[in-house]
């Protein structure tokens, strides 16, 4: 395909920043969400590219349909559309407080992912084309102590891309998700622990369009994390428990990032 266009969430940091990078460089055209639209203004003014910029929550389902909107009326129906806006915290369910980082995590990660497609299903059914990336964890292959909602949403995210992968295969959109072991971004630079395989944003950025651009159903990167998700798959709970019983634990969340 030569110079997609493309609608991305979460584009003001990290793999999203990255991804918007990648694809200006084919000279594709961009769509880009995220809430601090100071940042998405100054990355626009970096991409030498047609490029919408988009200040909403992806938790505003009507903010999503009317930047969707906007941006079919400008350039057309995306090719590819990349929910991508997620959020990390620590969690423990005893907590009668971190209900509400319970379910901004969900909010984000699982439903402002279903939001971000929603609006452009109906056309790309008609069209008969189209693809929709997903970017989940590795964290979701198995749960992590300390990280519940993340673990949770993450997991959510990956059967709700398989379901929406197989409903929509008949109308010929892909769906593509990607389960990202440790990269380099924001959302880790805040841990405090050993994180293997732990891969450059950039170089990330460059395997995640290489797998959409080959329409993969199912990749984790970088590989060698992909390895040990199917290795995590097969251990039985007894084992799993026994081994991640000390696992380094995401840092709590504080009540103003919501
Ligand atoms: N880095 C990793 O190792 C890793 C591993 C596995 C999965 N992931 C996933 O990769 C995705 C990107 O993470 P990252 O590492 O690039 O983190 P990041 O640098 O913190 O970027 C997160 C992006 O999501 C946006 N976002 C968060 N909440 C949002 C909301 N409510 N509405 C709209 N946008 C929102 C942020 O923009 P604003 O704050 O400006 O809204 C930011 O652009 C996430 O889904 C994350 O779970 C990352």
């Given at each position: 395909?030569?110079?997609?266009?493309?609608?991305?969430?979460?584009?003001?940091?990290?793999?999203?920043?990255?991804?918007?990078?990648?694809?200006?460089?084919?000279?594709?055209?961009?769509?880009?969400?995220?809430?601090?639209?100071?940042?998405?203004?100054?990355?626009?003014?970096?991409?030498?590219?047609?490029?919408?910029?988009?200040?909403?929550?992806?938790?505003?389902?009507?903010?999503?349909?009317?930047?969707?909107?906007?941006?079919?009326?400008?350039?057309?129906?995306?090719?590819?559309?990349?929910?991508?806006?997620?959020v990390s915290a620590g969690t423990l369910t005893e907590n009668q407080h971190d209900n509400q980082t319970f379910q901004a995590i969900f909010?984000?990660?699982?439903?402002?992912?279903?939001?971000?497609?929603?609006?452009?299903?109906?056309?790309?059914?008609?069209?008969?084309?189209?693809?929709?990336?997903?970017?989940?964890?590795?964290a979701?292959?198995?749960g992590l102590p300390g990280a519940g909602a993340y673990s949770a949403s993450k997991a959510?995210?990956?059967?709700?891309?398989?379901?929406?992968?197989?409903?929509?295969?008949?109308?010929?959109?892909?769906?593509?998700?990607?389960?990202?072991?440790?990269?380099?971004?924001?959302?880790?630079?805040v841990n405090a622990y050993?994180?293997?395989?732990?891969?450059?944003?950039?170089?990330?950025?460059?395997?995640?369009?290489?797998?959409?651009?080959?329409?993969?159903?199912?990749?984790?990167?970088?590989?060698?994390?992909?390895?040990?998700?199917?290795?995590?798959?097969?251990?039985?709970?007894?084992?799993?428990d026994?081994?991640l019983r000390h696992a380094p634990r995401k840092a709590h969340a504080n009540w103003?990032w919501l």
């Open positions: 395909m030569s110079a997609p266009k493309v609608f991305i969430t979460g584009a003001s940091s990290g793999i999203g920043k990255a991804l918007a990078l990648q694809y200006a460089a084919q000279g594709a055209t961009l769509g880009l969400v995220a809430r601090r639209g100071e940042l998405l203004e100054t990355l626009q003014a970096e991409l030498n590219c047609p490029c919408m910029i988009f200040t909403a929550d992806v938790r505003d389902a009507e903010s999503l349909q009317r930047a969707a909107n906007t941006f079919i009326e400008q350039f057309g129906l995306p090719d590819i559309v990349i929910a991508n806006a997620g909010a984000i990660n699982v439903f402002g992912m279903v939001s971000t497609f929603q609006p452009f299903i109906q056309g790309m059914k008609q069209a008969g084309r189209g693809q929709l990336v997903g970017i989940a964890s590795v979701g292959i198995r959510a995210a990956i059967s709700y891309l398989e379901s929406l992968r197989v409903e929509l295969a008949p109308s010929h959109i892909q769906v593509t998700t990607i389960a990202p072991g440790y990269i380099r971004t924001p959302m880790t630079d050993p994180m293997p395989f732990l891969m450059d944003v950039d170089v990330a950025a460059q395997k995640f369009v290489k797998a959409i651009s080959k329409k993969t159903r199912f990749v984790v990167i970088p590989w060698q994390m992909g390895v040990l998700a199917k290795l995590m798959r097969l251990i039985p709970p007894a084992l799993w026994f081994a103003d």
